[in-house]
């Protein structure tokens, strides 16, 4: 339900243009990923207040507890990782980058963002050369230089 709204919400908004305010796009699977990240948001607002914030999440609990939090102008379900769906977010929302929190990669969703040139940070992930995102198709997407590890570059963009 929560992620029809989410589509219903998309479809009624238009794009952001390029000359508004920076915008900064924060996906979260759950809660617990939600209370591993909220720090760089926090952050983020108290040095950037103008920044517009996107917060989403897949899972109910972290929508249903953070779904009115202050930091995040919108909050938002994150919809199933679809072409389609990928490029409704990307094209309506344009984030001038997009911070992932622990392992939710999507495969459509960093595809999409890799096209248009937007930058993918990567917090709270531990890496192994076993994982998933090191074997294809995830590791072309990692190797184009369009998603960073953990570092102060997620302010420096701005």
Not at 9 to 37: A, D, R, V, Y
Request: charged share 20%.
């Amino acid at each position: 339900m929560g992620q029809q709204m989410t589509i219903k919400w998309l479809n009624g908004i238009q794009p952001k243009s390029t000359s508004e305010q920076k915008t900064i796009w924060m996906h979260c699977s759950s809660l617990g990923e939600f209370e591993q990240g909220r720090m760089i948001l926090e952050g983020l607002r108290l040095q950037l207040p103008d920044i517009y914030i996107y917060l989403s999440f897949f899972s109910p609990s972290g929508y249903e507890i953070r779904h009115s939090w202050v930091i995040a102008n919108k909050v938002f379900y994150l919809p199933v990782d679809t072409e389609a769906n990928a490029s409704l977010i990307i094209g309506k929302l344009r984030p001038d980058c997009i911070i992932l929190v622990k392992y939710d990669f999507w495969w459509n969703l960093l595809q999409k963002a890799s096209d248009v040139k937007i930058p993918v940070y990567l917090v709270a992930a531990n890496f192994n050369r076993d994982r998933y995102f090191f074997k294809p198709p995830f590791i072309h997407i990692m190797k184009n230089g369009n998603v960073f590890l953990p570092s102060e570059k997620i302010l420096l963009y701005f």
